[in-house]
C-alpha cells in the first residue's frame, strides 16, 4: 500500500480499492448502489487486505519470522505434506487452491511443525505463479534451516483455467522446487514422492 501512496499522493488506499470494485461493477453493467451490492466494495476491500496480507514482506522476513527451531542430531528426512493453501494467480487475480509438499534434511535442526505451514501461507498470500510459490518456499526454508537439502512439490488446480478459458475443472498442474541432495539423490527423491 505504500507504493499505492507513494505513485498516486492518495493517502486513503482503502477507498482506491473500494472505488475500483463500484467502477468494475458499474463497467460490467450491475448496478452497485442496489441492496446486495451495496456493501461488495468494502467486502472485496477487506478480502484483498487478507488474501495479499504479504504482497510487501520480502523472503528473508518471512524466514527470520519463521526460524524457531530445535536442536537435533539427525539427518532423516523431515517431511510436513498436503498443506492446504489458497493463493491468487498475478495474471487473472483468480484463486488457485494448492496442496505443498515439504522435505527438508536437518542440518543441526528442525523447524517448529506449525513454521512449515506458516512459511506456505506467507508465500501464497501475494499475487503469484505457482512455480515461484515453490521455489519461494524452498528459498525460505533453506534460510530457516541453514539446510541445503529442500524439496517442494505443490499440486495445484487454477481457477483461471476451470472457470474461465479453456474450462477444464479438475486438472492439475504439478510443480517441483529441488534443491541439493534432492536435485541430485534419486533415491532421496523418491523416498520423499512414497511418503507423499
Not at 138 to 153: G, H, K, L, P, Y
Request: with cysteine; hydrophobic share 35%.
Amino acid at each position: 500500500m505504500d507504493r499505492l501512496k507513494q505513485f498516486t499522493n492518495i493517502d486513503d488506499c482503502d477507498s482506491i480499492i473500494e472505488k475500483s470494485v463500484y467502477n468494475i461493477l458499474l463497467a460490467l453493467g450491475e448496478n452497485p448502489d442496489r441492496p446486495g451490492l451495496l456493501e461488495t466494495p468494502k467486502r472485496v476491500r477487506k478480502a484483498y487486505q487478507e488474501i495479499f496480507k504479504y504482497i510487501e514482506v520480502d523472503n528473508s522476513t518471512i524466514a527470520c519470522t519463521n526460524s524457531k527451531s530445535f536442536d537435533i542430531e539427525s539427518n532423516d528426512l523431515v517431511t510436513e505434506l498436503h498443506i492446504t493453501c489458497y493463493s491468487m494467480c498475478e495474471h487473472h487475480l483468480l484463486p488457485m487452491k494448492l496442496d505443498i509438499n515439504v522435505g527438508y534434511i536437518p542440518n543441526g535442526k528442525v523447524l517448529g511443525l506449525s513454521k512449515i505451514a506458516r512459511i506456505a501461507d506467507s508465500v501464497c498470500k501475494r499475487p503469484q505463479l505457482q512455480e515461484r510459490i515453490g521455489h519461494d518456499i524452498a528459498d525460505i526454508i533453506q534460510q530457516a534451516t541453514n539446510s541445503e537439502d529442500v524439496i517442494v512439490v505443490i499440486s495445484g488446480e487454477h481457477y483461471c483455467m476451470t472457470m474461465r478459458g479453456i474450462q477444464k475443472p479438475g486438472t492439475i498442474t504439478k510443480t517441483a522446487a529441488m534443491r541439493g541432495k534432492f536435485d541430485t539423490d534419486h533415491a532421496l527423491r523418491q523416498e520423499f514422492y512414497n511418503l507423499m
